[in-house]
């Protein structure tokens, strides 16, 4: 008896990093956005979790993805999964790109030096946001990998010119134009709490900072939180506490058409990718006027409510354009399924921007270590039993619509 209670009783070791023993049970993205939500104060978690109205489009991103079932083929040699493919001529570790996301200090102070630096560790692009609060030198000082810039649009062309040109001197690789934020989404979430950037301090803010103390003491002891680009400029750069709406209103020039793009291409030197195509139409004339890729793109469900979801309109974009412009799926992704989805209807990568941030908000740079982590896993478990070794076999025959109630072929 005294053998088998010998043989059966294992302690687990103790983990002694906070950190680390904060993370140690996730399983998924899921786990990561739970964890960040006990983690981050309410008003911090509904801003990075939140999304337009009803959020309608915000759930669709993700559930649409369901649509699809694999058809797994099986008996082939899959021991060497391969997950590189090339985007914009550059070769990346797997399909993933990570969407620019605005503000990511408030999640933790070291913000996008640590997403930056977790993307260069799994070798897929990072992009860094216009509204970032590091800045284009701070980040690449930091981030040996592929960079982008993404860029809004000011009135004050001279601004935008000026932190553009800077990416370039600082090593980006290419530029992402947003083009569907004429006006701010209405999010109700922030709308609720009152919620500006940075967090102003009020009863709430501080009753809620005491129940968070982790986060609370990181972002005390930490600088101020900024605009990083757009330090000393006449556009605002978060030294006093906006509401987003008002400051994209206020600041974001609302005449941008496509006959901006030769503007854009006689201030930057290399692919431009417009971000925020919603329908064929658009992909269209994008892939007419050149453009290098298509982000088909809602902001993540933060814009339009009820706004198509974004891997549904993979196919028909790919059949109305070809292979005139590469295609990046960016809203709802959770999954490595997901990735592998997209890829099969058409996309040649996909971009992610919750999914990381749930990391970041779970346990900093190490959280999104382990986000990427799980959707590279996910990705190569996927490719294994679907019976393809590379990113190139992932075909439209591995899918049935189930609304279509057949195969893609």
């Known amino acids: 008896m005294l053998e088998n209670l010998r043989s059966t009783l294992r302690f687990q070791p103790i983990t002694l990093d906070p950190t680390e023993r904060r993370l140690e049970r996730a399983a998924n993205i899921d786990d990561l956005r739970a964890i960040a939500k006990k983690r981050l104060p309410g008003g911090v978690f509904d801003y990075i979790d939140g999304g337009a ?16 079932e694999f058809r797994p083929r099986v008996l082939r040699d899959v021991e060497h999964i391969d997950t590189s493919t090339t985007l914009l001529g550059r070769e990346i570790a797997m399909p993933l790109v990570m969407a620019p996301t605005g503000f990511s200090r408030i999640a933790t102070s070291g913000g996008e030096l640590d997403t930056s ?21 701070e980040v690449a000082a930091v981030c040996d990998g592929p960079k982008w810039f993404q860029v809004y649009v000011w009135r004050d062309r001279g601004i935008v010119k000026d932190v553009v040109q800077r990416a370039q001197a600082a090593g980006y690789e290419a530029i ?25 301090l009020g009863l709430g803010t501080i009753i809620d900072g ?70 064929v139409e658009d992909a269209k004339i994008a892939a007419d006027l050149g453009l290098d890729a298509i982000a088909i793109s809602n902001h993540g469900g933060r814009q339009l409510d009820h706004a198509p979801a974004s891997v549904e309109l993979i196919a028909p974009i790919r059949d109305a354009i070809g292979d005139a412009s590469q295609l990046i799926c960016d809203g709802g992704i959770r999954r490595g399924t997901h990735i592998a989805k997209a890829m099969a209807l058409g996309a040649d990568a996909c971009m992610a921007g919750r999914a990381y941030l749930y990391g970041l908000g779970a346990g900093g740079e190490v959280g999104v270590d382990k986000a990427l982590g799980f959707l590279r896993d996910e990705l190569v478990r996927a490719m294994t039993l679907l019976g393809v070794k590379s990113i190139d076999e992932l075909t439209p025959d591995l899918l049935r619509d189930l609304q279509m109630g057949s195969g893609l072929t």
């Open 210 to 279: 005491l129940i968070h103390p982790g986060w609370t003491l990181d972002f005390i002891r930490s600088e101020p939180i900024l605009f990083a680009n757009l330090t000393g400029s006449d556009q605002g750069d978060g030294t006093d506490a906006v509401a987003l709406a008002d400051y994209i209103r206020d600041q974001l020039d609302p005449t941008l058409d496509w006959d901006d793009v030769e503007w854009f291409r006689d201030i930057w030197n290399g692919p431009i990718v417009v971000k925020g195509i919603q329908t």
């Open 117 to 137: 630096r977790a993307a260069a560790r799994a070798g897929i692009p990072y992009s860094l946001s216009s509204m970032g609060t590091r800045s284009v030198e």
């Open 53 to 68: 109205d009803d959020e309608v489009t915000l759930g669709t991103n993700t559930d649409r993805f369901g649509r699809w």
């Open 176 to 200: 992402t134009v947003t083009v569907d934020l004429q006006t701010l989404g209405r999010r109700e979430r922030d709308v609720r709490r009152g919620f500006t950037l940075p967090p102003k």
